[in-house]
């Protein structure tokens, strides 16, 4: 899938380019998505990025939600579907998934998606809903250090899910969420898959 050297999570990916059109079809939404290689998910969608959307709930239906790893936009374009009055801000490092993101939410009808960089999302934005099938080959120091940046960002009362596959860590992932403070239980799970959720505590009322 990828050429020597070069990897989904690279930011300028040296595989060469060879398009295809895959079809996301959920129970509520169906997406035309162009991919390519050196992105996650060639000429396919990866199963625990489905998973993930058949299962989680509802986002947020305002403010700024988060897909971290975008991709070709996959999770993205569902969030955004799914919550048009929000504005979703799909991060990615890699150029060529981030080029592919942008114009599969143009094909596909959607304006409220801000595809990005990780440096490029301001930094007094909070999120209300974070998304992710996260880059776990990235290995695990890199890992812990993206999801801390992030998770750090999550408004009060906000609520991050993601999906790992046991065989990657998943259970040894949300052991650590917990021990770094993010109450982490898995909300669904289905051949190897684990869908984890994280809640932040809500704000506390004002005093009267």
Known sequence: MTAPGSHYFDEDPTTES?????????????????????????????????????????????????DIGCGTGAIALTMAARAPGATVWAVEVNERARDLCRGNAERNGLSNIK??????????????????????????????????????????????????????????????????????????TTGGYRVLRTVTPAADPLPL
């Open 18 to 66: 060879a398009p295809r059109v895959v079809t996301l079809l959920l129970p509520d939404h169906l997406f035309a998505l162009t991919t390519d290689r050196g992105v996650f998910g060639y000429d396919r969608i990866d199963a625990g990025t489905k998973f993930l959307l058949l299962q989680a709930p509802p986002p947020a239906q305002e403010g700024d939600l988060l």
């Open 115 to 188: 595809v990005c960089a990780p440096d490029e999302i301001p930094t007094d934005v909070r999120f209300r809903t974070i998304w992710s099938n996260p880059a776990i080959r990235i290995g695990k120091p890199a890992l812990h250090a993206m999801l801390l940046r992030w998770f750090e960002r999550l408004a009060p009362g906000g609520e991050a899910m993601l999906v790992v596959h046991k065989h990657l860590g998943s259970d040894s992932l949300q052991t650590w969420l917990i021990a770094q403070g993010y109450a982490t239980d898995r909300l669904a």
